[in-house]
């Protein structure tokens, strides 16, 4: 952890240190619970500004398998051979 010096006069202080300064303690006093509840939010406020067709590139690319048909496990087990084990 780094620390700064505060200079006596405040108009000579470094806001964008002492910015850094203050984010890197906030976020290593944080928890990883609430680390992820503040990225998903502002994760969903980034993609809510998506069109539909940016966020549907953005998943065919990057997820595909999100687009995939969900598979019906019960109907698969039904149909498979019984080997003993797991049915």
Same mark, same amino acid.
């Given at each position: 952890?780094?620390?700064?010096?505060?200079? =006596?006069?405040?108009? &000579?202080?470094?806001?964008?240190? /002492?910015?850094?300064?203050?984010?890197?303690?906030?976020? @290593?006093?944080? @928890?990883?619970? =609430?680390?992820?509840?503040? /990225?998903? @939010?502002?994760?969903?406020?980034?993609?809510? %500004?998506?069109?539909? &067709?940016? /966020?549907?590139?953005?998943?065919?690319?990057?997820?595909?398998?999100?687009?995939?048909?969900? &598979?019906?496990?019960?109907? /698969?087990?039904? =149909?498979?051979?019984?080997?003993?084990?797991? %049915?």
């Amino acid at each position: 952890m780094s620390f700064i010096s505060f200079p =006596t006069d405040p108009n &000579t202080m470094n806001r964008s240190e /002492l910015q850094d300064n203050m984010i890197q303690q906030i976020l @290593d006093d944080m @928890d990883i619970k =609430t680390m992820m509840a503040i /990225l998903y @939010d502002n994760m969903s406020e980034s993609y809510d %500004k998506y069109s539909d &067709t940016e /966020l549907m590139e953005e998943v065919k690319e990057y997820y595909p398998h999100l687009l995939e048909e969900e &598979t019906d496990f019960g109907a /698969l087990e039904a =149909t498979a051979d019984d080997y003993g084990v797991g %049915k």
